[in-house]
């Protein structure tokens, strides 16, 4: 099985207030249009917090009733991105792969992530790591084989999963797409707007 993991662990320092709670125009939030995204295509989607978000996980199991989705507060999300991703694939291991979405970018579209899921079928035999691009740029969500969660849960810092795209480029497949919603990401409030 191939899931998703969304990682929304982060302190939104740049934004200013928590930006996985403001309303986008379409009346859900940045995390809620996020978890829908990825649960529209995929059959398992693991939503990573931080730790003690436990009242928030309750509001958002209550708003998206899905019991494909579930909640997990990353134990290390303080020390940074890839230590709630090391967290996270931790829970994941019978996974075959792991499409990791970053929380702040709702706007991906559902043809991208099944896009993304095509290309990893298509190469599965040599255990690849799919990026989409826009316009020469790595984007997200990236497709990881389980063969590399063991070097997923290694991870330090706050670079996510970077450094095991880098180890392994002779395995990493790009897809280029036209959807911009693979760069963007919401730093600041103006980055609400559609």
Not at 24 to 41: C, D, F, P, R, T
Request: net charge negative; hydrophobic share 40%; aromatic share 6%.
């Amino acid at each position: 099985m191939i899931g998703g993991i969304i990682l929304a662990a982060g302190s939104s320092r740049r934004f200013g207030d928590d930006k996985r709670k403001q309303t986008l125009s379409s009346g859900q939030s940045v995390l809620e249009e996020s978890i829908h995204k990825a649960a529209s295509v995929l059959d398992k989607v693991l939503v990573v917090l931080r730790f003690g978000d436990r009242e928030f996980a309750q509001q958002l199991n209550n708003r998206i009733d899905n019991d494909q989705v579930e909640y997990y507060m990353a134990p290390d999300s303080a020390k940074g991105m890839a230590h709630s991703l090391a967290n996270a694939i931790h829970k994941v291991h019978d996974w075959q792969g792991a499409m990791v979405f970053l929380g702040d970018m709702p706007f991906v579209q559902a043809e991208t992530i099944e896009s993304v899921l095509g290309a990893y079928e298509f190469h599965k035999a040599s255990q690849p790591i799919v990026v989409p691009c826009k316009n020469g740029e790595l984007g997200h969500p990236v497709l990881f084989d389980a063969a590399y969660f063991d070097e997923i849960e290694a991870l330090t810092g706050d670079r996510g999963a970077r450094p095991v795209i880098d180890a392994h480029l002779d395995k990493v497949h790009k897809i280029n797409l036209q959807d911009p919603g693979v760069l963007r990401d919401i730093d600041t409030p103006a980055d609400l707007q559609p």
